[in-house]
């Protein structure tokens, strides 16, 4: 497929939000990737259902759902879910999670699964007709800015090789976490295709939105 590309919005700049969005906007970014954090499976608490419904009112992105929490499946019916979301749940955050997949194969939206970094590709084995994405952490998930697993990015090829070897070559491949220039020139050519963007590269302190997007869209050309 072709890349895309995923604005983290816990990286945005809270107090020019709109500002933010309208240049989302303008740049024609593919999701704004949303993150919620409910401090026990991460440790760490961010944004919120009413963040998602805020800034559903704000644009018409579609949302790229991240549901780093504990047993998701009781909590889905607080979120405003739309048919063009992504929405991503931890294999690791629920001992029932062909039943919270289908949870959300039953809402409509592109349902994907999420690995964090030393999460095992093949827990997939039974899963694949369940999924449309598979979203690989490429850090630990629950704070930004930190440095590349580099073990990451072997199993980013890894992952490819191992759906399309199992009729899984419709699944996509997202990636999150420490996603610079550089690492996305090389994740892309690992295979990945949708990549969460947030203070590495859109959201660079000392260059524009504008700018940082043309860079990265180089680099996963």
């Avoid at 309208?22 to 993150?35: C, F, G």
């Avoid at 929490?69 to 629920?94: A, G, M, Q, W």
């Avoid at 996603?179 to 963007?197: Q, T």
């Amino acid at each position: 497929m072709n890349s895309k590309i995923s604005a983290s919005m816990m990286c945005a700049d809270f107090l020019n939000l709109a500002d933010d969005i309208r240049e989302l906007e303008r740049i024609k970014v593919d999701y704004l990737h949303i993150d919620i954090m409910d401090n026990h499976f991460v440790p760490n608490i961010t944004l919120s259902p009413d963040y998602i419904r805020q800034v559903r009112n704000a644009t018409y992105i579609p949302m790229d759902i991240h549901l780093m929490i504990n047993e998701p499946e009781r909590h889905l019916d607080l979120f405003d879910f739309k048919e063009d979301d992504i929405v991503s749940i931890h294999y690791e955050s629920t001992p029932h999670i062909q039943r919270a997949l289908k949870a959300l194969k039953d809402i409509g939206v592109t349902v994907s699964i999420a690995l964090n970094p030393a999460t095992p590709i093949y827990y997939l084995d039974f899963l694949i007709e369940d999924i449309d994405v598979v979203l690989i952490m490429t850090v630990n998930p629950g704070y930004a800015g930190q440095s590349l697993v580099p073990e990451t990015l072997e199993k980013i090829r890894d992952l490819r090789i191992y759906l399309d070897n199992r009729g899984g070559e419709h699944v996509a491949i997202e990636v999150d976490g420490n996603v610079s220039f550089e690492n996305a020139r090389r994740m892309r050519k690992k295979g990945a295709d949708i990549f969460v963007a947030g203070s590495s590269s859109l959201f660079c302190a000392d260059m524009s939105i504008k700018e940082a997007n043309k860079i990265l869209r180089e680099s996963i050309a």
